[in-house]
């Protein structure tokens, strides 16, 4: 289910291009669109877990900040440098969830970060100017930072809210943090036909992907499910491909298969045996 979310957020472009809106635009529309299950996901009884809603408010503020800072860097350019340092979150994930979420460490996600990011790196190729490119990075880097927030903070709010509830609870807080930050620049031009791309793929990539996301992550650890979110850029690599006919050369097929078998590899990893009595339930221990 993990490895669905995360391809199934590589299909954006699929949307995305024909609407031919700006990335902030499209991130607003977007959000606005996930929001509109919200009213028929509220439950009581979930607001009374504070870490779960702590985690929710946490997931709304990381969220805006992880699509302002990441949209802002592909952007700016070159995309290869904001993919490659974007996706350092995986390797964040690895080392912050045994402090956060009290999960058992994963030596499994440790060594399969770099891997996966070489595989990156291959699948992308170098950026024109090479990978000097700082201001990118830094952007692409603090992005990665909130998006480890957002695994993090979603695998805590899954102790008491359902994955729908998780994805639509969130998403309005995160609209209006965008707005806040882009003003005018978050809105689209026109109200026309546009917003039906922007529409559909919020609902297959944003609320069934991240529902999906949401509810594999539920079931195993963090840095286990994080390594599959390569499947990601693996995924948005072969639908410009076999979609928009970008080319996709030896070293991108290397690239590829790497960035997949080492996601297996990770997620494979034998489960830990359950912790003692000691450690408190429902901190996301498997």
């Known amino acids: 289910m993990v ?26 529309l977007s959000l606005v669109f996930m929001s509109l299950p919200a009213p028929f996901v509220l439950s009581r009884g979930a607001w009374r877990d504070r870490r779960a809603t702590l985690a929710l408010g946490v997931l709304a503020l990381c969220d805006a900040a992880n699509a302002a800072l990441f949209f802002a860097a592909v952007q700016r350019g070159p995309v290869a440098v904001a993919v490659l340092t974007h996706y350092l979150a995986p390797l964040l994930i690895a080392l912050a969830a045994p ?9 499994r996600a440790l060594l399969g970060a770099p891997l996966t990011l070489l595989g990156l790196a291959l699948l992308l190729g ?14 692409g880097g ?38 806040l930050i882009f003003g005018r620049e978050a809105l689209p031009p026109s109200l026309d036909g546009r917003l039906l791309w922007v529409g559909g793929g919020a609902i297959l990539c944003g609320i069934v992907g991240n529902s999906v996301f949401s509810a594999g992550l539920k079931g195993v650890p963090a840095a286990a499910g994080s390594a599959l979110t390569y499947l990601e850029p693996l995924t948005a690599a072969l639908v410009g491909w076999g979609v928009f006919a970008e080319p996709l050369g030896p070293s991108g ?17 034998p489960r830990a045996p359950a912790p003692s009595a000691e450690v408190a339930p429902g901190m996301g221990c498997t």
């Open 253 to 269: 097929l290397l690239g590829g298969l790497l960035v997949l078998g080492t996601g297996v590899w990770v997620a494979r990893a």
């Open 3 to 28: 490895a669905v979310g995360a391809a199934l957020w590589g299909c954006w472009s699929l949307f995305l291009r024909p609407a031919g809106l700006s990335g902030t635009q499209s991130a607003f």
């Open 142 to 179: 603090a992005s990665a930072l909130f998006f480890a927030a957002n695994v993090l903070s979603i695998k805590e709010a899954s102790r008491a809210f359902s994955p729908l509830a998780i994805n639509s609870l969130h998403a309005p807080l995160s609209a209006l943090v965008l707005l």
């Open 99 to 107: 402090w956060v979420l009290r999960e058992r460490r994963s030596p």
């Open 126 to 139: 170098t950026p024109q100017g090479g990978l000097s490119d700082s201001r990118t990075a830094l952007l």
